[in-house]
């Protein structure tokens, strides 16, 4: 019960729960209602780098969500060129994640990271289609156990400024391992060939748990 009232958090987020503390205590002695609204946006930094554990189906057959958020799109399109993909043809499932979302991405499938890419960009809206391709973004292409390969792309969004990478080119994963995050609002793209949609636009998404696609 404990664990659903004070999840841990991600490493990241000490840092920053740091100085909302230090802000908060600052704003107190000003102002006691300044104070209040920086002990809110403290318990909600807190909250924004939660990390709870999650468990996979762990079956192959299916691509579990590398987010938490809401599904904006769900459709069919070229790979990412940066990838030198853009010849093959992928389904593609967006998940945006706001700013009350857990923000940790984790990875859709078992496989090994065959490459890393990551793309300076701009910070316009993670909602707006375009960010795909304009954002700063980092990519991951999986090679899975049947030798297919799987994308998943972190995209920063308006807030966001910073994507952390948790894996390594050669690294083995398992279904549900944390990849990364992304801090602040942000989105995350998923490319894959041999699977069949399981999502709909609008739907929310559990990270490492909810099934994207079935084979």
Not at 75 to 98: A, D, H, Q, W, Y
Not at 116 to 135: C, H, M, V, W
Not at 140 to 145: A, E, G, R
Request: hydrophobic share 40%; with cysteine; proline share 3%.
């Amino acid at each position: 019960m404990l664990d659903k009232i004070f999840p841990k958090i991600h490493d990241e987020g000490y840092k920053f729960l740091v100085i909302f503390v230090a802000v908060t205590i600052i704003l107190y002695f000003i102002n006691g209602f300044l104070g209040f609204i920086g002990f809110v946006l403290t318990i909600w930094c807190y909250y924004f780098f939660r990390d709870p554990e999650r468990i996979s189906i762990g079956n192959e057959n299916y691509l579990t969500s590398p987010a938490d958020g809401e599904v904006l799109q769900v459709m069919e399109t070229e790979g990412p060129k940066e990838l030198g993909l853009e010849n093959r043809k992928f389904k593609k499932v967006s998940i945006f994640m706001n700013v009350f979302d857990c923000h940790v991405n984790r990875s859709p499938c078992s496989g090994k990271v065959s490459e890393i890419l990551y793309k300076p960009g701009k910070f316009i809206n993670a909602s707006l289609d375009k960010a795909s391709e304009d954002n700063e973004r980092n990519y991951y292409k999986i090679k899975n156990s049947q030798g297919e390969d799987v994308i998943v792309v972190q995209i920063a969004g308006l807030v966001a400024r910073r994507i952390v990478t948790e894996t390594s080119i050669d690294q083995e994963l398992q279904q549900g391992t944390r990849i990364g995050m992304i801090r602040f609002g942000s989105r995350a793209d998923l490319y894959f060939e041999n699977y069949e949609p399981l999502v709909q636009v609008g739907q929310k998404t559990i990270a490492g748990e909810t099934l994207i696609a079935k084979k």
